[in-house]
């Protein structure tokens, strides 16, 4: 298994710099090879799409869905992402909030404490 850095990822979906694209491709694309995408590159590839690519929601979570739905990407704790997905779709809070939400609910935290109203409107939330 190869562990996938945020910029690799971002450079085989968005395609913006070729040679780069035609390495990452080369890479992911070897028959019988496993990927690990860890929680921080998942967050770190939604914001990067949001703020420097524009993408808007929908097509984010177009971009997740795909990711964990293909066989040769392992996925951190890929069922609390599909939750965290799943909340991110129905919620105004961010994608990176609806998992460390749900991550800290998994530990056993009574709730998680912040300043962002958004994020307060879910169960697992309190504003402070």
Known sequence: MIGLDTNVLIRYITADDAEQFQRAEQLIE????KFYINHIVLCELVWVLNRAYHYDKTTIIL?????INTEQWVIEEQQIVQQAIDTFKTSKADFAD???GLKNQQRNCQT????DFNTSQLTFFTLL
Request: aromatic letters at 6%; charged letters at 10%.
């Open 30 to 33: 070897q028959q019988g090879t």
């Open 63 to 67: 971009v997740l869905e795909k990711i």
């Open 98 to 100: 609806c998992l460390i």
């Open 112 to 115: 998680t404490v912040s300043f």
